[in-house]
């Protein structure tokens, strides 16, 4: 099965709560991460989406996010909890 990803044409920083609620259900890579004192995600501008971790890879998409100006990187894995049972079942099954 293919992976599937988006990029995506945020400009400004999102808090954690707004991209949870905009891209529940993928993962989220995120640039210009900005942490709490307790180095929790705060906010950041979420560049890219997908079906899985690093969706796109293989197109090198994340080349493009490698320079200063893009700050911190942090992810948000937002699957629903029935995917990640599931995808732990299989884990389990193969180990």
């Known amino acids: 099965m293919a992976s599937t990803y988006k990029l995506l ?3 400004k920083p999102l ?8 891209y529940s259900g993928y993962w989220v890579y995120i640039v210009n991460s900005q942490f709490s004192s307790g180095r929790d995600l705060s906010s950041g501008i979420p560049v890219v ?19 200063e100006e893009y700050g911190e ?3 948000l894995y937002l699957f629903k909890p029935e995917l990640i049972s599931a995808l732990e079942s299989l884990r389990a099954a193969h180990a």
Not at 15 to 22: D, N, Q
Not at 49 to 67: N, R, V
């Open 73 to 75: 990187h942090s992810e």
């Open 49 to 67: 989406c997908g079906d899985c971790a690093y969706a796109g890879a293989e197109d090198k998409i994340y080349d493009q996010f490698e320079s």
């Open 15 to 22: 808090s954690v709560e707004e991209i949870r609620k905009l």
């Open 9 to 11: 044409n945020h400009t």
